[in-house]
Structure formats: structure tokens, C-alpha cells
């Protein structure tokens, strides 16, 4: 017979699950109250791990890295963390209001490959030199914070308002899609730079009539959504 896997399930109260390590598989379903899950550190994440949140309840979910100094790769999904020193299942999750991941010092390659629909998705980095590269995100909203470093933020698309916040560094953010087009910029795009920041914006793709305006704090044109500028940047169009 198949192996039983464990599970935990919230009650209707305020409840917080600590996950240190998982050796094998593991499945949380939070119940209708307020639930936090709390998963640190992603070395300790062998086993794979699985978190349900309660269309009812309030779910946040903490995956916290931020003690680890050394270079990781990964990736983030609308329905998956994969990588970042984990054995392969990784952890999945669904149904959960926030996705709190917090990522260590060493230097990262990070891809947000999409996030959930209804998940407030929030990446931090550490003072690593990072490459975060965001292929889309959902309709609910994506913030990325990068840490101290010199940092590289690719924004390929965008539904719903998303917001770059980069550190104190040498820092690039490229905004456009693999066809160099910047249609797919359909959510809200916040970017705000602190240090010595480029903004390189490539639409040269684009063989479609439109109609620019850029200012020193957004770009609007035809077909995407608005680009917002903060902070100290540089912008190269």
C-alpha cells in the first residue's frame, strides 16, 4: 500500500505553523480562521511540501531564506517554489491571501515564471549581486525588493500592479518582453531606484503605430500600461 502522507489542518482560530524541515512529504491545510505558515530555512525542505490555504480564512505565507549566504537558483510559480537549495518537490501552495518569500545574501538568480490569481506575492533579495527575471505576474499585486548589491531586474510582462524596488548598488532594471515589445506591460508598473540605477524600456519590436509620452516620472504609450518612475534612475528609452 501507498505510504500515508502526514497532514495538519487549521481550526477556525488564529493558528501558526512553524516548519523547520521536512525529511519527507508533508501537506498543510490552514482552516477558516487567520493562519500563518512560516517555512525556514529552504535547506531544511527535503521532503515536498505542500500548503492549501481556506477560501474563508485569512492565509499568509512566510518562506524565509534570509540566513543563508550562499548563491541559489530558483523559482517562483503561481503555484510553486522550486529550488533555492530544496530537494525537488519544493514547496507548493495554493489559495493563500499572501506569499511572503524572503530570500538570503549570496548571489541569486531568481525567475518569477507567474503568481498566483489571488495571492498578494511580495520577493525580497538580500545584499547579493541578483539577477531577478519576471516572466509575468497575476492579477493581484507583485512586489519585488532588491537588496544592497548591484542588481539585475528583467520585467517581461505584467497583469496586475507590479512594483520594482531596488537597493543601494549599481542596479539595471530592463523592461521588455523576449520580442522586444513592451505590450505585455499590462498591470501598473512601479520602478523605484536607490543608488546608481539604469532604466533600459525597449519597445523596438513593436512595428504598431502609437502614441508616447514620457516624463521624468512615467511612461504611458499605446497598447501597454503606465510605467512609473521613483528614486534615484538613469533612463535609457
Keep these: 500500500a501507498a505510504a500515508t502522507v502526514p497532514s495538519l489542518t487549521g481550526g477556525t482560530g488564529t493558528d501558526t505553523f512553524d516548519v523547520l524541515s521536512t525529511a519527507g512529504p508533508l501537506n498543510i491545510s490552514t482552516g477558516a480562521g487567520s493562519t500563518t505558515v512560516n517555512i525556514s530555512p529552504l ?18 505565507l512566510n518562506v524565509d531564506d534570509s540566513a543563508d549566504a550562499t548563491a541559489k537558483t530558483g523559482t517562483l510559480s503561481s503555484s510553486q517554489i522550486t529550488g533555492f537549495g530544496m530537494g525537488v518537490g519544493g514547496i507548493t501552495y495554493s489559495a493563500v491571501d499572501t506569499l511572503n518569500l524572503t530570500l538570503g545574501t549570496g548571489d541569486l ?31 493581484s499585486p507583485t512586489t519585488i525588493l532588491t537588496g544592497d548589491g548591484d542588481d ?16 543601494t548598488g549599481v542596479n539595471t532594471i530592463n523592461v521588455s518582453a523576449p520580442s522586444h515589445v513592451l505590450d505585455l506591460i499590462q498591470g501598473i508598473l512601479t520602478l523605484t531606484g536607490n543608488g546608481t540605477d539604469t532604466i533600459n524600456l525597449d519597445d523596438t519590436g513593436s512595428s504598431a503605430a502609437k502614441t508616447v509620452s514620457l516624463s521624468d516620472t512615467q511612461l504611458t504609450s499605446t497598447g501597454s500600461a503606465a510605467i512609473d518612475f521613483a528614486g534615484d534612475t538613469g533612463l535609457a528609452t
Excluded: H, Y
Aim: glycine share 14%; net charge negative.
Design 152 to 167: 539585475i531586474v528583467n520585467v517581461q510582462a505584467t497583469t496586475g500592479a507590479t512594483t520594482v524596488a531596488v537597493g
Design 43 to 60: 535547506n531544511g525542505i527535503l521532503g515536498a511540501l505542500s500548503v492549501t490555504g481556506n477560501a474563508t480564512g485569512s492565509d499568509t
Design 109 to 139: 538568480t531568481v525567475t518569477i515564471a507567474s503568481t498566483a490569481a489571488s495571492t498578494a506575492t511580495t520577493l525580497a533579495t538580500g545584499s547579493g549581486d541578483d539577477t531577478v527575471t519576471v516572466q509575468s505576474t497575476g492579477p
